[in-house]
């Protein structure tokens, strides 16, 4: 009876350090993150415009009447990689015609805003989740994260995290160019 007393914190130690290892591994594909809403329609939401910015706010129609492919992504000011992906989105908006949509994220207004006002705003429209309810209904682990809507108003791919360097700029335009193509191929 003692071993076994003895055993099990062991054997916890062992359990606990095999999660870790799990975690700690470097060709862990954080963008893999499976998402229940590939081929569903967005979910309910409406989002009121940022306090103090130009664009528009951002709903559940506005995605499912855009006729379009839309990027929609997830960010907020505190957020260092939404930075670094900042610069990746306009790039795309600028040079690729790419129409995104933004969710700001948990971020007070005036933040959000000077964010943008540094950064510049490539977003056509953006809503202010500031309580967090809309990333909830998306189902977002934290920022950014970014999806590609059908012209349906149906999500059809979820990138976790930003998209910087050419692994990850390539496999999201991959999966823009098969988005834009199935919208081709309707017309």
């Not at 055993?7 to 799990?22: K, Q, S, T, Y």
């Not at 929609?72 to 790419?98: I, K, Y």
């Not at 335009?173 to 309707?186: I, Y």
């Amino acid at each position: 009876m003692r071993r076994l007393f003895f055993a099990i914190p062991i054997l916890i130690v062992l359990v606990l350090g095999g999660f870790l290892l799990w975690g700690l591994n470097p060709n862990r594909d954080p963008s893999a993150i499976p998402s229940v809403l590939i081929s569903q329609p967005v979910p309910e939401f409406q989002l009121q415009p940022v306090e103090g910015v130009d664009r528009p706010g951002l709903s559940t129609v506005d995605l499912a009447q855009a006729g379009d492919v839309v990027v929609v992504n997830v960010f907020a000011s505190w957020c260092v990689p939404c930075r670094a992906e900042h610069a990746v989105l306009t790039r795309m908006v600028q040079q690729d015609g790419v129409r995104l949509m933004g969710i700001n994220y948990k971020d007070k207004p005036a933040d959000a805003r000077g964010w943008l006002e540094d950064l510049g705003n490539p977003y056509e429209r953006i809503g202010s989740d500031l309580k967090g309810r809309a990333g909830i209904e998306w189902g977002i682990s934290g920022v950014p994260e970014t999806f590609i809507i059908g012209a349906d108003g149906v999500v059809l791919f979820r990138y976790v995290g930003p998209i910087i360097g050419p692994d990850a700029e390539t496999k999201f335009l991959r999966a823009l160019e098969q988005a834009q193509a199935m919208v081709g191929g309707r017309s």
